[in-house]
Nanobody, 123 residues
Framework: QVQLVESGGGLVQAGGSLRLSCAAS????????MGWFRQAPGKDREFVAA????????YSADFVKGRFTISRDNAKNTVYLQMNSLKTEDTAVYYC????????????????WGQGTQVTVSS
């Protein structure tokens, strides 16, 4: 079992930055990959970024490349999402997820989810 708790969301102006954190507990953190997803009102949950067990490999959606960076600290059992140059269209609830079965980008493949943290970007 894995428990996930996100933090770091909030209200920011367009062009600003936020760093989301996701603290994991339960199973040994370095034994599973992690991902970030987001869901805007009325839209499906979509893939944002993912990171391998060691942190050596990362994957990002095209719409965040060059702006968002995923990282993990296995000593702190925490995964981060650094978000720069935020746009109003980045407004959503952001979720971290753990232990994908196969695909890193499909929400249905992830076994564990946090409760989400709201990110609101104002113009």
């Amino acid at each position: 079992q894995v428990q996930l708790v996100e933090s770091g969301g909030g209200l920011v102006q367009a062009g600003g930055s936020l760093r989301l954190s996701c603290a994991a507990s339960g199973r040994t953190f370095s034994t599973y990959a992690m991902g970030w997803f987001r869901q805007a009102p009325g839209k499906d949950r979509e893939f944002v970024a993912a990171i391998s067990l060691s942190g050596g490999s990362t994957y990002s959606a095209d719409f965040v490349k060059g702006r968002f960076t995923i990282s993990r600290d296995n000593a702190k059992n925490t995964v981060y999402l650094q978000m720069n140059s935020l746009k109003t269209e980045d407004t959503a609830v952001y979720y971290c997820a753990a232990d994908p079965a196969r695909s890193l980008v499909a929400p249905s493949d992830y076994a564990y989810w946090g409760q989400g943290t709201q990110v609101t970007v104002s113009s």
